[in-house]
């Protein structure tokens, strides 16, 4: 193999490496759309109607009446399987029914740090 043609081969692959990256972002926001309605996902940390989900996974819960010391994998998919069965009285109706899809939620939401 010439080095014009090692080289052109490497630059595709840092391209389509810088795309594939960047295309993960834009899923995660994707993946998160029905959470940005009630959450901030940003830095900033803004309470909206629900608590700021950046940083969520490994911290504590910022509401009061969860029975988490900390959001992990098992305790955020409990809650997303149902908010209501965790903690009656929450404003949070929105459900993720589908294991894969609640993955894919904790996935995202790991990547908010």
């Known amino acids: 193999m010439?080095?014009?043609?090692?080289?052109?081969?490497?630059?595709?692959?840092?391209?389509?490496?810088?795309?594939?990256?960047?295309?993960?972002?834009l899923d995660v926001k994707a993946t998160l759309?029905?959470?940005?309605?009630?959450?901030?996902?940003?830095?900033?940390?803004?309470?909206?109607?629900?608590?700021?989900?950046?940083?969520?996974?490994?911290?504590?819960?910022?509401?009061?009446?969860?029975?988490?010391?900390?959001?992990?994998?098992a305790s955020l998919d409990q809650w997303l399987r149902d908010p209501s069965k965790v903690k009656r009285e929450t404003q949070m109706v929105f459900k993720v029914a589908d294991k894969v899809e609640r993955s894919k939620v904790i996935e995202a939401l790991k990547t908010l740090k």
Request: glycine fraction near 6%; aromatic fraction near 10%.
């Open 33 to 73: 759309a029905a959470c940005i309605a009630c959450h901030d996902i940003s830095s900033a940390k803004k309470a909206l109607v629900g608590p700021p989900l950046f940083g969520v996974y490994g911290r504590k819960p910022l509401s009061v009446g969860l029975p988490y010391k900390k959001f992990d994998q």
């Open 2 to 25: 010439n080095k014009a043609v090692f080289y052109l081969l490497t630059l595709c692959m840092v391209t389509l490496s810088a795309t594939s990256h960047a295309a993960q972002k």
